[in-house]
């Protein structure tokens, strides 16, 4: 009933070293454009700091803005090793499919979630929020909130990509599968709605 049946061709991994060079190109390209996005929007945010009159700030004292540098540092670091994996003529085995797959889908969830939370801390800043005694601090402090916003941007531009990976390893994945095998309804009666 769940039967999961893979794709066979003649000679396995033919398609894909023959075939699809243009596509494991374009992924290996798009797998190199975050580490190098990623190194920026934390050199940025690793930079980020001000003092003036009214004191100092730097990014290491919100929370938010250390997840950020931390994630940033893991993006970088994995698009750099998928990518030269990626960039490999290898043939594509279920293992690679499964791992590129779930891998991309957690760093995709990874940085989107360090884009979101930063996002909302720069948006205090730059508001404040009355009810919570929080200040807009961007008055006081506002290269300190350019720099950040910079990193945060970049940091979205990176999740985009991530979107896209994740959209290519899952086709590499689920492209390995055959469609569902229909069945006939011997003995099982199915209701049927009218509108």
């Known amino acids: 009933m769940g039967d999961k049946r893979m794709k066979e061709s003649p000679i396995a991994g ?3 070293i023959n075939g699809s060079t243009g596509l494991r190109t374009a992924e290996t390209l798009l797998r190199l454009l975050p580490v190098a996005l990623c190194v920026v929007a934390l050199v940025i945010m690793l930079k980020d700091s001000q003092t003036n009159d009214f004191g100092s700030l730097s990014y290491s004292d919100l929370g938010a803005f250390r997840y950020l540098v931390h ?3 893991i ?14 003529p290898r043939p594509s085995t279920m293992s690679r499919a499964w791992t590129f797959f779930l891998l991309d889908q957690l760093l995709t969830y990874l940085i989107l979630v360090a884009g979101a939370i930063s996002t909302e ?3 205090l800043a730059y508001k404040g929020d009355a009810s919570i005694t929080w200040s807009q601090t961007c008055g006081s402090f506002g290269g300190f909130c350019r720099k950040a916003t910079a990193s945060i941007a970049i ?3 990176v999740t985009l990509c991530y979107v896209v990976l994740s959209l290519i390893s899952s086709y590499r994945l689920f492209s390995k599968y055959d469609a ?5 309804n011997k003995g099982i009666e199915i ?4 509108t």
Do not use: H, K, M, R
């Open 14 to 16: 033919e398609d894909e």
């Open 71 to 73: 994630a940033s540092g």
């Open 75 to 88: 993006c970088a670091g994995y698009s750099l090793l998928s990518a030269v994996i990626a960039a490999l």
């Open 121 to 123: 801390v720069v948006y």
């Open 155 to 157: 940091t979205f531009i």
């Open 180 to 184: 569902p095998i229909a069945y006939n």
């Open 191 to 194: 209701a049927a709605f009218q």
